[in-house]
């Protein structure tokens, strides 16, 4: 789980202090499971409290950790170190870019794991790119293409023969992917 250190929850109680509406931190990870994952430190104050955060309290200051991103957040470690500048608050979440996924993560979590480390991985070779917009209720995948794919004039053989069949065969739970990328600006292209 995550590790404040010392220096940090000091830091941040100074922090806190200047706050008259803050209950303490809340901790979460944006675009978890990507390549593009950020761990974030916000404040966090009345009404920012959601049912599926997980508080962790520690010596000086309380934390909300984000539900969805409780799983992204093993090892992570928050630290202050102090310098000719002041100091400076690091974060480090070696598992937010790729998660710890089973059977029991959601599914959002088991589509990117896929999509990042065999589907990715095989559109590069024509600089393109795939990522997850959502999940619908009908349990269908709706994806954005990138790069090379956007415009290109295979796209639909490989959403269907490629991608399609890489995630079902995975996640037999899904009825299907649907593409939303808007294949019309050719600009990029891979022919």
């Known amino acids: 789980m995550l590790t404040i250190t010392d220096s940090a929850q000091e830091y941040l109680t100074e922090l806190l202090s200047k706050q008259d509406d803050a209950l303490g931190v809340r901790v979460f990870i944006n675009q978890p499971g990507t390549p593009r994952a950020e761990t974030c430190i916000a404040y966090c104050r009345d009404g920012d409290v959601k049912d599926d955060d997980v508080e962790k309290k520690f010596e000086k200051i309380t ?81 954005r293409f990138g790069g090379g794919c956007q415009g290109c004039s295979a796209v639909s053989i490989t959403l269907k023969d490629g991608v399609e069949k890489t995630l079902l065969e995975q996640l037999p739970q899904l009825k299907g992917v649907r593409d939303m990328t808007d294949h019309s600006d050719r600009s990029n292209a891979f022919y």
């Open 63 to 143: 934390a909300w950790l984000e539900g969805r991103s409780v799983p992204f957040l093993e090892d992570a470690l928050v630290d202050y170190a102090k310098d000719r500048m002041g100091g400076q608050l690091t974060i480090k979440a070696p598992n937010a870019k790729m998660p710890r996924v089973d059977e029991d993560s959601p599914i959002e979590d088991r589509i990117n794991y896929v999509l990042y480390n065999e589907v990715n991985p095989a559109l590069a070779s024509h600089g393109g790119e795939v990522s997850l917009v959502e999940v619908t209720e009908d349990e269908y995948a709706v994806l």
